[in-house]
């Protein structure tokens, strides 16, 4: 489906005077999906947002196929860098197909409206995300969980080539959290390449190939999702004993008291 | 929804100190004869209803777009400080006895540098931050407000009624009706072309970049594109409040939120609105004329509040 290669060199990321990580190297490759998994406030928001080219590095640069990120132009990188944010700040007073329709923004060929392709896409997206029966809904009615489906599909229907997603998991039932992973398996599976920031590390077990931990005292670990995923890696990133579990071949991994 | 401008126009166009049965504003505008009603809606009336209609126009125009670059559908232009700003200025020009046209002056440079204080302060720390730039405006209202009361405590008593008719918003001098009209046209033309843009813009910053839009540059347009219509509806009609907050708001209410159509239709209804409001301001008490600032709210406090209490 396509060649696009995110990358990170020497990236040295802080905010507000804290260190996140410190010369990061790292390759994104069409499809892979990484796993980010860090304890709360580590930074991996601001990682992800910096890798997203909407915060600024300390040092080091982020690009996408070999060109800084700033040396391309907002539009086109929004054409194949999808961003789910995990907190949208601004009000949207239309309704939830409307809403979902924006993912088109930066393919949109006329100044005055979508195409009707565009609107199929939207409709696709809706019904991937079960939203078809909310689709009229206004956007602003809708529960956190809704809101957060929405969001995923206005990303689905951007139809980018690299997704960074925020907690695409947050807010979402069981039901949705598997169909959720579902469709971003096919995307993987596409040729896709995805980073998400999970929380469950059954979800990142399932379905990432890599993983990036970072750690609370601003260095980092990244490698395949199968060696990094044990228990010794994992009590180190959460600072808290774990205890493992194996159901049916799959490791689980609880916290322990 | 549309028919409110050609009945609000009629309205405005009939009703005055003499008034004109429908027929007879037909053939005046027809021009056909030339007797008292012709020349008292050529000169009088018409400028009156088509400043009235520019200035609402204008004063919706700029709450629509300041609603969007702040993502905050209460935003508008007298929350930002920019009326705060043009009154100031003005006011300080009558007290020294300066003409029309140099109180005029005097008001835009006021407005420009209340804009040029927020957008400076406003952005100087980091663009992420709205409610600093909503602050500033805020504290520098309250500044003008102080101002005002100054200027006001200065002033002789002649001096005080022209003020205070300039505060609470007056068509009666309005001049540069071209130019308004121009400007409105203009911005309303870019506004509604860029109207794709607006509608990622009001879902938050970092949405809007993520979804290609060159924020920075888009905030900048828009703030100024806010403060020159402010300006020009200012300078036609004083300060009256109330327009850009509850026109947009209300096109919202009943559904229309895509800024495509939400454009075009609150430059129009908020146009009637203010025709509707200093129509019934210069002929409710006639031969008194009020001044239509104190109309928009009266009207405008009333509707608003209907349209909270049936949405929840």
């Not at chain 2, 888009?218 to 020009?232: D, I, N, P, R, S």
């Amino acid at each position: 489906m396509n060649n696009l290669v995110l990358e990170a060199h020497k990236l040295t990321v802080a905010i507000g005077g804290k260190m996140i990580c410190r010369e990061l190297e790292m390759t994104i490759r069409p499809g892979e999906c990484w796993g980010v998994l860090g304890q709360n406030g580590v930074g991996k928001t601001t990682l992800l947002r910096t890798l997203a080219g909407l915060h600024k590095p300390q040092a080091g640069m982020v690009s996408l196929n070999g060109a800084a990120l700033a040396a391309h132009a907002r539009r086109n990188l929004a054409q194949h860098l999808g961003v789910l944010l995990q907190s949208e700040s601004g009000e949207f007073w239309g309704n939830v197909q409307e809403y979902v329709l924006l993912g088109r923004f930066p393919h949109r060929a006329s100044l005055f409206g979508y195409s009707v392709q565009d609107e199929t896409l939207a409709q696709q997206a809706l019904a991937q995300m079960e939203l078809e029966g909310l689709s009229q809904r206004p956007f602003n009615t809708l529960s956190g969980g809704e809101r957060q489906r929405a969001a995923i599909a206005q990303a689905l229907t951007q139809r980018a080539q690299c997704y960074l997603l925020d907690e695409p998991l947050q807010h979402l039932d069981l039901r949705h959290q598997a169909q959720t992973m579902q469709v971003f398996s096919r995307l993987k599976e596409q040729g896709c390449a995805l980073m998400m920031v999970l929380h469950d590390t059954l979800w990142a077990q399932r379905c990432c190939d890599h993983v990036l931990m970072l750690f609370a005292d601003g260095h980092a670990l990244h490698g395949p999702a199968q060696e990094l995923l044990t228990r010794v890696h994992l009590e180190a990133l959460y600072q808290c004993p774990l205890r493992e579990l194996s159901v049916e071949g799959e490791r689980w991994f609880v916290a322990g008291v | 929804m549309l028919c409110t401008v050609p009945l609000s126009l009629g309205f405005g166009l009939m009703n005055g100190s003499l008034p004109l049965a429908p027929i007879e504003v037909w053939h005046a505008l027809l021009g056909n004869n030339d007797d008292t009603a012709t020349t008292v809606l050529w000169e009088l009336r018409l400028p009156r209803v088509l400043a009235a209609f520019v200035c609402g126009g204008l004063l919706t125009l700029s709450g629509v777009l300041l609603q969007a670059l702040l993502r905050n559908p209460l935003a508008d232009p007298y929350i930002l400080g920019i009326s705060g700003g043009a009154a100031v200025g003005a006011l300080a020009a009558m007290l020294l006895g300066a003409g029309l046209a140099a109180t005029q002056l005097s008001s835009f440079t006021g407005a420009s540098l209340a804009i040029v204080t927020v957008f400076g302060l406003g952005f100087r720390h980091g663009e992420r931050n709205i409610y600093r730039l909503l602050l500033t405006g805020v504290v520098l209202s309250a500044g003008c407000g102080a101002l005002i009361s100054l200027l006001l405590t200065l002033a002789q008593g002649d001096e005080v009624k022209g003020m205070l008719f300039w505060l609470m918003g007056d068509l009666s001098h309005a001049q540069g009706l071209p130019f308004a009209w121009f400007v409105l046209l203009a911005v309303g033309l870019c506004a509604t072309v860029f109207s794709g843009g607006l509608d990622v813009l009001a879902g938050g910053l970092d949405k809007a970049a993520a979804l290609g839009v060159a924020v920075g540059l888009w905030q900048a347009g828009l703030y100024f594109a806010a403060a020159v219509l402010t300006v020009t509806a200012l300078q036609l009609g004083g300060s009256i409040g109330f327009v850009g907050l509850m026109i947009p708001h209300a096109i919202r209410l009943i559904g229309v939120s895509a800024h495509r159509w939400l454009i075009p239709l609150s430059a129009l209804l908020g146009g009637s609105f203010l025709v509707l409001a200093d129509t019934l301001a210069r002929t409710l008490w006639s031969p008194l004329q009020f001044p239509v600032g104190v109309f928009t709210a009266l009207l405008g406090v009333p509707v608003l509040l209907w349209l909270l209490s049936r949405r929840s």
